[in-house]
């Protein structure tokens, strides 16, 4: 419960927070790079330039209306919150790529092009709940072996990765979520905690009510967040459903869900041995992958389904580039409306003054495929609700 109550008041831990600290003892930790991304496992990237005289003018606004004789001269401002949207650019290797620039992005909201405000690229540590599913048994199977060492050493692998301005708090889940640690930048903190996950009490895996809870709880922190979310997918007998879920992370800003499926080689293993209810079993598992992909898709996250213990720590590499190299965009939306509806976000780059796709090469002069990761939408919502 100390926990909990700790979690619930923790301050937001942003990358600007820990950037500021490191200028304040630069003895500490040598500064980040400069803007451009990381250059050790990117390599040069040709990107066009910007060129701001070819941008298209700007319409001249129209003729202020001629005062009404015998009305009272009177004017209202409303102002309008800004929209803060986070990008990722990648290869289809998972490269990070960097130096683009504000003029090469396009932002939409509902099919409507809206007008970038501000433009960064951000850098720095993060603020992230490492969500693992902790439970003795799965739904209708008798060994749950393989996916508790899954969730365990990809926790491990997620923890080896981190870097001193990165925070973390780490959250089991069986049938109810439970706070291990509180945000902490400690890993040997974590690794004790990890190191407890060893003897499973529970067979529930109520994914909906822990995905719920924890994102009910960060959306009080201000800043970024990520959720690292370590499961099978499957969810037994959870309160919340999957459609209120779905409807919470729509209205949950500026957390980013990454999702680690488990069991991949025991799922592998038993599809390969058909008996009653082999069928059953398997549409279990896929209804589970997708529902994890979801997720990952709706905040502007990615999903991954190792097989192999070897693939975890390059994972968890792209998931470490991704939350510490984002282009963050800023716009003050066309809609006004804080009317409570969900307004859909697109995040494209194109070449400056057109809505054509920007054509990247490397360093061969061969065109780099790319893929623009980013929320979905957002809930357009007043301060307080």
């Given at each position: 419960m100390a926990a909990q109550a700790l979690l619930a008041q923790t301050p937001a831990v942003t990358?600007?927070?820990?950037?500021?600290?490191?200028?304040?003892?630069?003895?500490?930790?040598?500064?980040?790079?400069?803007?451009?991304?990381?250059?050790?496992?990117?390599?040069?990237?040709?990107?066009?330039?910007?060129?701001?005289?070819?941008?298209?003018?700007?319409?001249a606004p129209p003729p202020s209306p001629k005062p009404t004789e015998g009305m009272p001269s009177y004017s209202i401002n409303v102002e309008v919150p800004l929209v803060s949207v986070d990008a990722?650019?990648?290869?289809?290797?998972?490269?990070?790529?960097?130096?683009?620039?504000?003029?090469?992005?396009?932002v939409l909201e509902d099919n409507v092009s809206q007008p970038?405000?501000?433009?960064?690229?951000t850098k720095g540590g993060f603020t992230a709940v490492l969500l693992v599913e902790f439970a003795s048994t799965p739904p209708f199977q008798v060994s749950r072996r393989q996916f508790l060492y899954d969730a365990l050493r990809a926790s491990y692998a997620f923890t080896d990765q981190m870097q001193k301005n990165d925070f973390v708090s780490v959250v089991s889940y069986d049938l109810r979520p439970s706070i291990l640690v509180d945000f902490s930048s400690d890993k040997e903190a974590i690794y004790h905690a990890l190191n407890n996950l060893r003897m499973p009490g529970l067979s529930e895996t109520d994914l909906y009510d822990a995905l719920y809870d924890t994102l009910d709880r960060l959306d009080r922190i201000d800043g970024r967040k990520e959720i690292i979310l370590i499961s099978s997918g499957i969810d037994t007998f959870s309160r919340i459903t999957y459609d209120k879920v779905l409807k919470k992370i729509k209205a949950t800003p500026n957390v980013t869900i990454y999702t680690i499926s488990t069991g991949f080689l025991w799922r592998e293993y038993m599809d390969a041995r058909p008996g009653m209810g082999a069928a059953i079993r398997h549409m279990d598992y896929l209804q589970a992958d997708n529902q994890m992909s979801t997720f990952a898709k709706m905040t502007g996250g990615r999903w991954f389904s190792p097989r192999f213990q070897g693939e975890l720590p390059e994972d968890f590499r792209e998931i470490g580039a991704a939350?510490?190299?984002?282009?963050?965009?800023?716009?003050?939306?066309?809609?006004?409306?804080?009317?409570?509806?969900?307004?859909?976000?697109?995040?494209?780059?194109?070449?400056?003054?057109?809505?054509?796709?920007?054509?990247?090469?490397?360093?061969?002069?061969?065109?780099?495929?790319?893929?623009?990761?980013?929320?979905?939408?957002?809930?357009?919502?007043?301060?307080?609700?």
């Amino acid at each position: 419960m100390a926990a909990q109550a700790l979690l619930a008041q923790t301050p937001a831990v942003t990358a600007q927070d820990s950037t500021s600290q490191q200028n304040a003892n630069p003895g500490q930790q040598p500064p980040p790079p400069e803007a451009g991304g990381p250059q050790s496992d990117t390599g040069p990237y040709a990107l066009p330039k910007a060129n701001p005289d070819n941008q298209p003018a700007r319409p001249a606004p129209p003729p202020s209306p001629k005062p009404t004789e015998g009305m009272p001269s009177y004017s209202i401002n409303v102002e309008v919150p800004l929209v803060s949207v986070d990008a990722l650019v990648l290869t289809k290797d998972g490269q990070f790529i960097p130096g683009l620039q504000k003029e090469q992005f396009r932002v939409l909201e509902d099919n409507v092009s809206q007008p970038i405000q501000s433009f960064g690229l951000t850098k720095g540590g993060f603020t992230a709940v490492l969500l693992v599913e902790f439970a003795s048994t799965p739904p209708f199977q008798v060994s749950r072996r393989q996916f508790l060492y899954d969730a365990l050493r990809a926790s491990y692998a997620f923890t080896d990765q981190m870097q001193k301005n990165d925070f973390v708090s780490v959250v089991s889940y069986d049938l109810r979520p439970s706070i291990l640690v509180d945000f902490s930048s400690d890993k040997e903190a974590i690794y004790h905690a990890l190191n407890n996950l060893r003897m499973p009490g529970l067979s529930e895996t109520d994914l909906y009510d822990a995905l719920y809870d924890t994102l009910d709880r960060l959306d009080r922190i201000d800043g970024r967040k990520e959720i690292i979310l370590i499961s099978s997918g499957i969810d037994t007998f959870s309160r919340i459903t999957y459609d209120k879920v779905l409807k919470k992370i729509k209205a949950t800003p500026n957390v980013t869900i990454y999702t680690i499926s488990t069991g991949f080689l025991w799922r592998e293993y038993m599809d390969a041995r058909p008996g009653m209810g082999a069928a059953i079993r398997h549409m279990d598992y896929l209804q589970a992958d997708n529902q994890m992909s979801t997720f990952a898709k709706m905040t502007g996250g990615r999903w991954f389904s190792p097989r192999f213990q070897g693939e975890l720590p390059e994972d968890f590499r792209e998931i470490g580039a991704a939350v510490r190299n984002q282009y963050t965009l800023t716009y003050r939306p066309t809609n006004a409306k804080l009317d409570g509806t969900y307004r859909k976000l697109k995040v494209q780059v194109v070449q400056p003054g057109t809505d054509k796709p920007l054509v990247v090469k490397d360093q061969n002069g061969k065109e780099v495929k790319y893929q623009v990761l980013a929320r979905e939408g957002y809930t357009a919502r007043h301060e307080v609700d």
